[in-house]
């Protein structure tokens, strides 16, 4: 059974442009969250899509933005970067009231030079 | 709003050598507690889902225990393949709160 899939694995980016993220969920989960993890502030959550449509957000600015297909695949994208966007993005998806949780994808680097 | 704090923040232990990491959490209403680890360059692997006080969990060499006020990750005569980071992560009841808050994790290293 294949996992999360994350693409690409590394980005390096300039600051000041956007980059898009992407997410393939494990074939029946349609809830798919995406993770922001920092060395300084650990794992923090960004969003939650189920059936298209965003239904939880963290406490991140409107510069961070998602969505999710028919499909269940998501996308991440964050417009006008910044350095301190350098981070590893994770995407996790589930069955919404399973046991084992979230089952998480390997990440994205992100470097903003 | 909700909170997890983790101890210690790395532990060396040698191999065989049993040890107990800590999770301290506050949470408006528990819906469950889980336990990942994280090995260097990949995502949080699941270990345990934790719902209520009293209860125990196993899986080879690790045992989650729950309080109202902690879980505490115990490892029984740890081999070197155990090094990782463990993560620890709760999700509070309530509309909105369905996400999961993670503490910043306890980095174990086990010496042969």
């Known amino acids: 059974k294949a996992g999360v899939t994350q693409t690409p694995r590394y980005l390096i980016k300039t600051r000041g442009q956007q980059v898009t993220l992407s997410c393939s969920p494990i074939?029946?989960?349609?809830?798919v969250s995406w993770y922001q993890q920092t060395p300084g502030q650990g794992l923090q959550f960004l969003f939650e899509y189920f059936s298209e449509t965003q239904r939880n957000k963290g406490n991140f600015p409107g510069r961070f933005s998602g969505r999710q297909f028919s499909n269940s695949r998501s996308e991440m994208n964050v417009s006008t970067l910044e350095l301190g966007d350098s981070a590893l993005y994770l995407c996790?998806?589930?069955?919404?009231?399973?046991?084992?949780?979230?089952?998480f994808g390997s990440g994205t680097r992100l470097t903003v030079v | 709003e909700d909170q997890v704090t983790q101890s210690p923040e790395a532990l060396r232990l040698q191999e065989g050598e049993s040890s107990s990491l800590n999770c301290s959490y506050t949470v408006s209403g528990l819906r469950g507690l889980f336990w990942y680890r994280q090995d260097p360059g990949k995502g949080p692997e699941f270990l345990f889902t934790?719902?209520?006080a009293g209860e125990e969990k196993e899986k080879e060499r690790l045992k989650a225990t729950l309080t109202k006020k902690e879980s505490f990750l115990h490892i029984t005569a740890p081999k070197p393949e155990d090094s990782a980071t463990y993560l620890c992560a709760v999700m509070g009841s309530g509309f909105g709160n369905e996400k999961l808050t993670f503490g910043t994790g306890t980095r174990l290293t086990i010496i042969p």
């Open positions: 074939s029946g989960h349609r809830s």
């Open positions: 996790a998806s589930r069955i919404i009231g399973a046991d084992y949780g979230y089952t």
């Open positions: 934790l719902y209520s």
